[in-house]
């Protein structure tokens, strides 16, 4: 897989770009250019939710509300989820969340010894069993509290990688064989994710939190944005 602008490929920030012509999807009228744009970090919901049989069946706790957590309670209730809790350590994102229609949502610490209280605290706030788990984040705390709090028999779908090396309980969690999956990316999106934005299915439109023009200043300030976190979710570039 290649990505325009990592060396040695440019492209990132040119107007315009020669690019296979099997690899393009066009756009319905009714979808803007910026939804298309968001149908990059879309992709790995819509592939974490496949990979982890998403369904009109299965309660789905979200763990991390930054970009790529939120898309995926997006896809989650547009595959059906009933019921859907999001955790992060951050209020702020975690109102964001509520706005974008999760049942539940529960703000928790970074302290590791905080995991069985935050554990018990999810379970009351999701008022059944958790039957998919998404790491979102991908911390040792994160996937601890994930393995813990899903039901037997249930799974926990790895999908941030904030860690190369974690510290998890993971004979407790075999021992309720709960299933640990990997997502990494995605395969095959484009088409679904287009239809979910053209039928409504899903609005990423709030994700998109600041818009800069295509100066040298405005592009640099966009990625101070970006990188500054705070309340920027989505920072746009409008040619």
Known sequence: MKFFGLPPFHGSLARQIVHP?????????????????LCEP????????????????????????????????????????PRIVTVDVDG????????????????????????????????????????????????????????????????VCLVGLGHNEMTVPLTPAAAREVDVIGVFRYENTWPLCIELLRSGKIDVKPLITHRFGFSQKEIEEAFETSAGGGNAIKVMFNL
Do not use: Y
């Open 92 to 155: 702020n994102r975690l109102s964001v969340a509520k706005e974008l229609g999760a049942d539940g949502v529960v703000e928790v610490s970074t302290n590791m010894q905080d995991i069985p209280k935050e554990v018990e605290t999810i379970c009351n706030v999701m008022g059944a069993k958790v039957d998919v788990s998404f790491d979102c984040a991908g911390l040792s705390k994160t996937m601890s509290t994930a393995l813990s709090v899903t039901r037997a028999g249930g799974k």
């Open 21 to 37: 012509a099997f690899l393009c999807f066009k756009l319905p009228d009714n979808v803007s250019l910026e939804e298309g744009a």
């Open 42 to 81: 879309l992709s790995v919901a819509v592939h974490a939710c496949r990979r982890g049989n998403i369904s009109p069946e299965t309660n789905v706790l979200v763990m991390g509300a930054g970009p790529i957590g939120l898309v995926t309670l997006l896809a989650a209730r547009a595959f059906g989820a």
